[in-house]
C-alpha cells in the first residue's frame, strides 16, 4: 500500500533515524531514453545503527530538482510521472536489509538533484529534514551498449603470484566497436556472492579495455565486466598455491595425556603463505627422540583431521611414559620442522583450566574447560563430573549438555559478563570463568594498513556497546554464520575479498593507481555499512628481491616463482647458490667466457668480475677475496656461497633456518 501526497508538510513517523539512514546510487550517468534507469538504494536504519526489519512501514518525501524524471520503486509503484510535481511524499515498506529501491528515468537531458526528506515543509527551511541526495546526470543521443564480451587472455589455470589479462569488448546493437565507453571489472571467489572492483578502464576506438589481476590467495575467481547495466558473461580462472615452501608445527600445548589421541596442530604454506591441505602422500612423520625404554622408532603412527590442519597419533601409539620429538617433512624435499612434547599417564586432577566465553543474544556457545594435573597434563573436563552456576543467571545461565557446558542469555536484553563458577561433585576442585554477552551487529569498525599504494583492510562487526560480535542464523537454534558484503571503492581496486567469518570479521585488499586520499564504504548483506577515507602514499619497491629455497629447484623472484636449472645446496657447512640465476635476477647482465674462464655480472655502472677457481673477484677494478673459490656444479652452472654473491652485487642477505639450525632459504634484496 503506498500513499502520494504532493505538497505535504508534516513530519514522518519517528521509526527510523535521519542520521543513520543512508542512500547508495548504482549510475551517476545515464541516457536520457525513458528507458536507461539510474537505481537509489536507500538503507533505512534505527538510532542504534540497526536495519529496519523486512515490511516496516516507512514515510518520506522526494523532492527533483526539476520535473522531467519518472519516479518509480522497485516493485513498478509510480511515485513521480515527468509531468507531475517534483514534490511527493511517499508511504512503504522496507524490503530486507531494511531497503527500498527507487528507479528514475528521464527522456530530458541535463543533471537532476533527488533528494529524500525525513519530513518536509513548504513554509521554511528549517521543516526539512534532509537524509541525503544523490546527483544523475542524462545524456542525450548516446548510442546504447548492447554487449560485453569479456575474454581472458592468458591460462585459465596459473600459479598464485601469476597475472592474467582480461579484455572487454563493448558493441552496439550492429556490433560496433563503441569507444570512451567506462569499463568496470569486477572479480569474486567462486564460493562467495560479493563482487568486487578490480578495474576501470576506458575502450579505445574498437571498444576493447583490459585489465591486469593477479592474486596471492590460493582459489577459483570469477569475472565480469559491467557498462551502466549491461554486464558480460562471467569468465572463470583458477590460482593454485605453489609448491610446500614451509611446515610448521603450530601446536601450543607441550604435555598430552599418554591414554588419549593427541591432536597436533599442524601447517603448511606456499610462499605467499597460502596454507596447503597436506595428505599422507605429501608428508612424512618420524621419531627423532623417545624415552629410553621406548621401542618407537622410525615412522610415527598417525591419521590426519576431518576439518582442522592436524595430525593425530592415535591413542596406544605411544608405548612409555616421557619425552617424545618427532619431525613432520615434505617428502621429498628438505622442508621440515621439529616437535618435542611430553607423554604421560594423566594423574589426579589438581585445577581447572578455561577460556572466557562470549554469546550472542539469541544463540549459545560451549565452554572449553580442561582439567589439568600435577604435572601440567591436561585434558578435557567432562561436564557430567561437574556440578555449574552463574553469578548472573537473570542474564546468562550456564547448563550441562552431555559432556558440554553450555552459556546462552536469558532474554533479548540480557547484556554484560556473569562469573561461571564450574565445581568437581566429588573432589575439591573449583574453577572459574568469565561469559560475556555481546548483541546484535549494529556497525562495522575498520582497520587498515597501508603500505606505498596498496592496503590491508580488515573490517569487524561490533554491536552498540562496540563489542565485537557476529551474525547468526534465524531459527530456534540459531548458530554463527558467515555474512557476505559488498565494497564501494570507486577508483580503487579490490581483491582478496574474504567473507565475514563466524567470528564477525571479514578482510579485503585495495589498490590504488596512484597516491591520493580515496572514501570506501563497505555494505554488509543486512545492512550494517562503514565508510571510510585511506590515504595511500608513493609505492616504492625494491630494485629486486630473490628467494631460493635449499634443495629445490623452485625460487621467487620480485613475487613471481620460477624454475632453477640447479637447486642450491649445502656443502663443507657453506650454502652454494647459482651465481648466474641471481645475478640476472636482480638486474645484472652476465657474460661468460669460455677461454678465460670467467663470469662478469654488469649492473648499471658496477661490473663484477668471477674467475672459476679463483679466490680473487674484482669488483669495479678493485680485488676482493673470497673465502671459496667460485666453482662449476653439476648442470654446469657457477656457484658461490651465498654472502659472496650478496657482497659482489650489493645486495642485503639473510638467511632463514629450519628448527634444527639448517638453512631453509636464503634471501637477496637490493
Known amino acids: 500500500m503506498m500513499t502520494l501526497l504532493p505538497m505535504a508538510a508534516f513530519a514522518s513517523a519517528d521509526v527510523y533515524s535521519r542520521a543513520a539512514t543512508y542512500t547508495y546510487l548504482d549510475d551517476e550517468v545515464v541516457d536520457a531514453d525513458d528507458n536507461d534507469e539510474a537505481t ?3 538503507v533505512f536504519r534505527d538510532g542504534s545503527g540497526r536495519v529496519l526489519p523486512t515490511g516496516t512501514d516507512v514515510t518520506f518525501w522526494l523532492e527533483s530538482s526539476r520535473d522531467a524524471e519518472n519516479i518509480t520503486l522497485s516493485n513498478g509503484t509510480m511515485v513521480a510521472a515527468s509531468d507531475g510535481s517534483d514534490i511527493y511524499e511517499v508511504n512503504a515498506k522496507v524490503e530486507a536489509g531494511g531497503i527500498i529501491e527507487i528507479e528514475v528515468t528521464s527522456g530530458i537531458s541535463g543533471e537532476a538533484t533527488i533528494s529524500l526528506y525525513q519530513a518536509y515543509s513548504l513554509v521554511d527551511d528549517e521543516g526539512k529534514n534532509l537524509i ?7 545524456e ?19 600459479e598464485v603470484g601469476k597475472e592474467i589479462e582480461l579484455e572487454a569488448r563493448v558493441v552496439d546493437a550492429t556490433y560496433n566497436g563503441m569507444s570512451n565507453e567506462k569499463v568496470t571489472f569486477k572479480a569474486k571467489k567462486a564460493d562467495s556472492t560479493t563482487w568486487s572492483t578490480i578495474g576501470i578502464k576506458d575502450t579505445d576506438r574498437l571498444g576493447r579495455a583490459a ?17 551502466g547495466r549491461v554486464k558480460s558473461a562471467t569468465e572463470v580462472a583458477e590460482w593454485t598455491t605453489l609448491g610446500a615452501m614451509s611446515i610448521e608445527f603450530t601446536e601450543t600445548d607441550k604435555k598430552f595425556d599418554i591414554d588419549s589421541d593427541i591432536e597436533i596442530d599442524l601447517k603448511l604454506y606456499d610462499y605467499y603463505g597460502n596454507e596447503i591441505d597436506f595428505t599422507k602422500s605429501l608428508i612424512e612423520v618420524e621419531y627423532v627422540s623417545v624415552p629410553s625404554d621406548s621401542k618407537k622408532k622410525d615412522e610415527v603412527r598417525y591419521d590426519i583431521h576431518d576439518t582442522k590442519s592436524q595430525i593425530i597419533i592415535p591413542a596406544g601409539e605411544l608405548d612409555k611414559d616421557g619425552e617424545y620429538t618427532i619431525k613432520a617433512k615434505v617428502k621429498d624435499t628438505g622442508v621440515q620442522d621439529r616437535f618435542t612434547f611430553l607423554a604421560k599417564e594423566f594423574g589426579d586432577v589438581t585445577e581447572l583450566e578455561g577460556k572466557n566465553g562470549y554469546v550472542r543474544i539469541g544463540a549459545k556457545t ?15 573436563a567432562k561436564a557430567g563430573d561437574y556440578v555449574v552456576y552463574s553469578s548472573n543467571p537473570a542474564n546468562i545461565v550456564v547448563a550441562v549438555s552431555g559432556d558440554d557446558f553450555e552459556i546462552r542469555p536469558t532474554n533479548k536484553d540480557a547484556e554484560g559478563s556473569s562469573t561461571i563458577t564450574i565445581k568437581h561433585r566429588d573432589e575439591n576442585i573449583v574453577g572459574t570463568l568469565t561469559a560475556y554477552v555481546v548483541g546484535e551487529p549494529a556497525a562495522l569498525n575498520a582497520k587498515v594498513d597501508v603500505k606505498g599504494l596498496t592496503a590491508d583492510v580488515t573490517v569487524q562487526l561490533v554491536d552498540k556497546n562496540g563489542n565485537n560480535t557476529w551474525e547468526v542464523t534465524e531459527g530456534d537454534n540459531p548458530e554463527a554464520k558467515t555474512v557476505e558484503y559488498e565494497v564501494f571503492a570507486g577508483a580503487l581496486r579490490t581483491s582478496d575479498v574474504k567473507d565475514i567469518t563466524k567470528k564477525g570479521k571479514g578482510e579485503f585488499k585495495l589498490v590504488a593507481d596512484k597516491a591520493g586520499k580515496y572514501s570506501v564504504t563497505v555494505v554488509t548483506e543486512n545492512g550494517v555499512a562503514k565508510t571510510f577515507d585511506v590515504t595511500f602514499g608513493e609505492d616504492v619497491q625494491p630494485d629486486g628481491k630473490v628467494t631460493l629455497f635449499i634443495g629445490q629447484q623452485v625460487a621467487v623472484v620480485n613475487g613471481d616463482a620460477t ?35 670467467t663470469v662478469t655480472a654488469t ?5 663484477v668480475v668471477l674467475t672459476i677457481g679463483s679466490n680473487v673477484m674484482t669488483v669495479n677494478g678493485d680485488a676482493a677475496v673470497t673465502d671459496v673459490a667460485p666453482f662449476i656444479a653439476e648442470g654446469n652452472r657457477t656457484v658461490l656461497p651465498f654472502r659472496a654473491v650478496a657482497e659482489a652485487f650489493g645486495a642485503e642477505v639473510k638467511a632463514e633456518f629450519n628448527e634444527d639450525g639448517t638453512t631453509h632459504s636464503v634471501v637477496f634484496e637490493i
Open 40 to 42: 537509489i538504494t536507500v
Open 132 to 138: 541525503d541526495s544523490e546527483k544523475i546526470t542524462f
Open 140 to 158: 542525450a543521443g548516446a548510442t546504447k551498449v548492447n554487449q560485453i564480451t569479456l575474454i581472458n587472455k592468458d591460462a585459465s589455470i596459473v
Open 211 to 227: 585489465v591486469k589481476v593477479s592474486y596471492t590467495s590460493a582459489g577459483e575467481y570469477e569475472f565480469r565486466a559491467e557498462v
Open 366 to 380: 560451549v565452554l572449553e574447560v580442561k582439567e589439568v594435573d600435577k604435572e601440567g597434563i591436561k585434558r578435557n
Open 563 to 597: 624454475v632453477l636449472d640447479v637447486a642450491p645446496f649445502i656443502k663443507d657447512n657453506r650454502t652454494f647458490v647459482p651465481v648466474r640465476f641471481v645475478a640476472e635476477a636482480l638486474g645484472a647482465e652476465v657474460k661468460w667466457d669460455e677461454a678465460t674462464q
Open 603 to 607: 649492473r648499471g655502472d658496477d661490473v
